[in-house]
């Protein structure tokens, strides 16, 4: 029993470094980020901290808005499919 939750716990591990963690510096003002709630708009493109442009769904930043909009620098996750994992605040 003790070795299968080892298993298990090595296996997660060996996922989540298959998971691609990109930055991005976010300034997004809240009358743009209307364009993305009113459907006008459904993904967002950014430039990485390493120079890369990604696109990513707009709905992913619902967790993220503050009143004033979207700033800041964030890392956003994607799985070993390019799916989306999570996106985090790691700076201003």
Request: aromatic share 14%; hydrophobic share 40%.
């Amino acid at each position: 029993m003790m070795a299968r939750a080892f298993d298990d716990d090595f296996l997660a591990l060996v996922r989540e470094s298959m998971y691609q963690r990109l930055h991005v510096v976010l300034k997004i003002p809240t009358y743009q980020l209307l364009c993305y709630y009113e459907g006008e708009v459904d993904t967002v493109a950014a430039r990485t901290t390493d120079g890369r442009i990604i696109h990513f769904p707009a709905n992913v930043l619902r967790s993220v808005v503050k009143d004033h909009g979207v700033y800041g620098t964030f890392e956003l996750v994607f799985d070993e499919n390019y799916k989306f994992v999570s996106i985090r605040r790691i700076g201003d």
